[in-house]
Every structure is written in structure tokens, then in C-alpha cells.
């Protein structure tokens, strides 16, 4: 059974920041590669970033690209989401997800395991 939990959200001006986490039980994500995805409401599910287990290669939709960075601290078994210069429209439930492949992808499909969410709400 692996279990992802997603904490760090939130309410926040505009302009603010927030620093997602994702951490795992039952499986260590040292050999994952990973994803950032969010779902705001009466929307599709949509990729934000993705990271191989090296960490070295990253990806970012065009829309958070310069805001977003997602990091990875193997020792702890942890991915980031460091996210800043929030706007509205990035107001939604933020999922991680861990692929059983060594590197992320922009595709939900691509992913076998999710986390519960945690919701960012960004205020104008």
C-alpha cells in the first residue's frame, strides 16, 4: 500500500507563496519519477510539473513556467512545490503522484499512485 500525503496549502494573497510537500509511506519515492498536477473546480485535472528521481530533469506548464519550481530531497523521501508569485486562477486542489518509472511526465496517465490533494486558494 503506498500512501502519498500532500501538506503546505492554503490561503494567500496574490503576489504571496506557499511551498507544497508530498511525502510517502509504504514505498520510497527515491526511484519514482514525480508529478505536481491541480484540479480546480468544474475543470480537468491539469499538469503543473514533473521531475525525474535524478532531480536533474524537470518539466513545467507554460502557465506556471518562472512561478512554480519543483524540487526533490531524496533523503526524505519528499518532492516540493515551491510556488510564487501566486495569481487567482491558480486557485485549486493541488495532487502529487508517483510514477513507477525514474522519470516524471505531463501526463496523468503516465502515473500509478496519487496523493489525497491539499487546496490553494490564491485571494485577488
Known amino acids: 500500500q503506498v500512501l502519498l500525503v500532500e501538506s503546505g496549502g492554503g490561503l494567500v494573497q496574490a503576489g504571496g507563496s506557499l511551498r507544497l510537500s508530498c511525502s510517502a509511506s509504504?514505498?520510497?519515492?527515491?526511484?519514482?519519477?514525480m508529478g505536481w498536477f491541480r484540479q480546480a473546480p468544474g475543470k480537468e485535472r491539469e499538469f503543473v510539473a514533473a521531475?525525474?528521481?535524478?532531480?536533474?530533469?524537470?518539466y513545467a506548464a507554460d502557465s506556471v513556467k518562472g512561478r512554480f519550481t519543483i524540487s526533490r530531497d531524496n533523503t526524505k523521501n519528499t518532492v516540493y512545490l515551491q510556488m510564487n508569485n501566486l495569481k487567482p486562477e491558480d486557485t485549486a486542489v493541488y495532487y502529487c503522484?508517483?510514477?513507477?518509472?525514474?522519470?516524471?511526465?505531463?501526463?496523468?496517465?503516465?502515473?500509478?499512485?496519487w496523493g489525497q490533494g491539499t487546496q490553494v486558494t490564491v485571494s485577488s
Open positions: 509504504g514505498r520510497t519515492l527515491n526511484n519514482s519519477g
Open positions: 521531475i525525474s528521481v535524478s532531480g536533474v530533469t524537470t
Open positions: 503522484a508517483a510514477s513507477t518509472l525514474r522519470v516524471g511526465d505531463r501526463s496523468p496517465a503516465f502515473y500509478a499512485y
